[in-house]
RNA sequence: GGAGCGUUGGUCAAGGGGUUAAGACACCUCCCUUUCACGGAGGAAUCACGGGUUCGAUUCCCGUACGCUCUACCA
């Protein structure tokens, strides 16, 4: 068992966006199939047809793109064990279900949805297993004739396992060691539906199987089915052939208890799913990380985080790090309530950790989506929502643009994310820490200075205004001498002048150097903003 | 209700019979910064409770409490 190829699966409901939760599942199975040299496969679960989401197998596809989590097999990617949805190997689970029938470890039930919500009224804790099953109406009570004869006339039915009464059922757990139930306390759940669908239970048994899985990673709240489904690989294809399994530890909202929902996040105010999920329905967006200003790295960074830890200290991981370190006999059994706020701070981390060459792309593609007119950019192309997008240089002596915007180049770009980053918690901080670079402040905090405006420093700013329109060199600190010079002449502080002058270049009490900013946008540029504000002080 | 699983600061957590019980987020103070951040230094704050076992329990055992998950022809 141990030389075998280990092998994992993510199995999905395409029933929607998928939510921390998920991709925390993927992740797991991701690092522990790369760490052994394992493949990971993506089994989409849709056999429950009236759950069926549009759009929603794309959207998984799409985040684990995103998250740079790809599958190795997959309906997408194909695979040697293809089909990979459930609905399309229907034909692979009635036999099983008939095979344990034959062996006196199902039977067939021809209960109706109505009789079995009567039984749940009349019995306070119903459940249909060995205790109730002699008043309802199953193959077990009814007798081979009976039974014979009602699947003759088509009357539907579903399959439901037998369990046997009074039976310890134990496992191992990768996260939990030894856990075990008795089966009286389980009820014979349904393995083959009445439309010849298998639910959950049979379809994963079935499938780990055919498809060689050794090692099943799932959330918590699969662990009360968990011997349903033990039981169910002993009897048909051995224990000894059973994958591994480690059930994960929940992630709870932040406030009070319970598992984290979207609604949590809509209610505090951040988001639950990976990218941006649109409900085909009622066409309402959750919003995802991606768009909230993630990067990708430093979602799943957090992701492994929650319910994880190497014990070292370390926090900050990249893939392969993840991939090397990660060690499921370091997983939590207990949940972890979810936290925005370390969220963000991994994010932080990331942006400043990051190049600036390699925070171009995206950040240009934010200011895009913003619509920050970019002067100088001739053309950003998008191509999809989750691929980079391509930034086409202008052929200069072109466009009328201002004299400023003609010094555009990538390495301009550069050079303002190299200043702002550290300011960024969020790809889409970007927007409001740059857009004075691009263009003028579109509101100018005046307010912040006027009361203390004066003769002296309007003559001041007259006379910088020539000094820079004269002045050739034009490096930062060029202007801050040159700046501290004129105010030693009219005698005054630099220190009353600076805020003045940010506010004229960048419209308010933010941002890097005032001077760094006054180098990057040109002497053009600088002088023409003193000059408005000059303007609007006087009127 | 039943079953299962869990419980170290406000949150995430390391540790695991004898420790000043790491570290991170958040919070507070100070420094740096003639803006705002970043950064740096400090601070406050914790082993759910009760019994054992032991010279000694946060750590091991048993209870209790609390919380969560499941209890569908959903996954």
Not at 95 to 124: M, N, P, S, W
Not at 141 to 163: C, D, F, M, S, Y
């Amino acid at each position: 068992m141990n030389d075998k190829k280990v092998r994992v699966r993510f199995a999905p409901s395409p029933t929607g966006g998928l939510h921390l939760g998920g991709v925390r599942t993927v992740l797991f199975n991701y690092l522990f199939a790369k760490q052994n040299g394992g493949d990971f496969i993506v089994r989409i679960e849709d056999t429950d047809q009236t759950r069926f989401v549009e759009g929603a197998e794309e959207y998984i596809f799409e985040t684990l793109k995103w998250c740079g989590l790809q599958p190795d097999e997959s309906p997408l990617h194909g695979g040697a064990y293809a089909p990979y949805r459930q609905s399309e190997r229907k034909e692979n689970y009635r036999q099983y279900a008939e095979q344990l029938v034959k062996d006196g470890k199902a039977y067939y039930a021809f209960d109706t949805a109505e009789e079995l919500d009567a039984k749940r009224k009349e019995i306070a804790n119903f459940q249909y297993n060995h205790a109730t099953r002699v008043g309802l109406k199953n193959s077990l009570i009814l007798g081979e004739e009976e039974t014979q004869k009602l699947l003759a006339e088509n009357v539907p039915h579903v399959i439901r396992i037998n369990l046997p009464d009074n039976e310890e059922v134990k496992f191992t757990d990768m996260i939990r060691g030894e856990v075990s139930f008795n089966t009286t306390q389980v009820d014979d759940k349904v393995l083959l539906k009445a439309d010849g669908m298998p639910t959950y239970h049979l379809a994963v048994v079935v499938d780990d199987y055919l498809m060689k899985i050794t090692h099943a990673f799932r959330g918590e709240e699969w662990l009360p089915s968990a011997p349903v489904h033990i039981l169910l690989w002993q009897w048909l294809f051995g224990l000894e052939n059973m994958p591994q399994w480690a059930h994960l530890p929940l992630i709870l909202k932040p406030d009070g208890n319970g598992k984290l929902s979207k609604r949590d996040g809509d209610r505090l105010g951040f988001p639950t799913f990976a990218m941006d999920w649109k409900d085909p329905k009622s066409d309402e967006v959750a919003t995802g990380f991606r768009e909230r200003g993630f990067l990708p790295e430093a979602f799943v960074n957090m992701l492994a985080a929650l319910g994880w830890n190497d014990g070292s200290g370390q926090e900050i991981f990249t893939m392969e790090e993840l991939v090397a370190k990660f060690n499921i006999d370091r997983v939590h059994k207990g949940g972890a309530k979810f936290d925005y706020e370390k969220a963000k701070w991994y994010n932080h981390e990331w942006i400043k950790k990051t190049n600036s060459e390699d925070l171009i792309k995206p950040v240009a593609k934010i200011l895009y989506e913003h619509q920050i007119p970019i002067l100088g950019v001739k053309k950003i192309t998008i191509i999809n929502q989750s691929e980079a997008i391509t930034i086409e240089k202008p052929n200069n002596n072109l466009e009328p643009f201002k004299p400023l915007y003609f010094q555009f180049e990538l390495a301009w770009i550069k050079q303002i994310i190299d200043l702002i980053k550290d300011r960024c918690t969020l790809l889409t901080d970007f927007v409001n820490q740059s857009s004075f670079f691009f263009h003028t402040p579109d509101t100018i905090s005046i307010n912040e200075f006027r009361s203390k405006w004066d003769e002296k420093k309007q003559l001041f700013f007259n006379e910088l205004v020539r000094t820079y329109e004269l002045s050739i060199l034009w490096e930062a600190t060029d202007l801050e001498t040159s700046f501290k010079e004129s105010a030693a002449a009219h005698n005054l502080k630099p220190g009353e002048l600076m805020l003045p002058l940010r506010i004229m270049l960048v419209g308010g009490k933010f941002g890097p150097g005032v001077f760094d900013i006054a180098a990057i946008i040109g002497k053009e540029a600088t002088v023409e903003r003193i000059k408005h504000v000059l303007k609007l002080l006087t009127a």
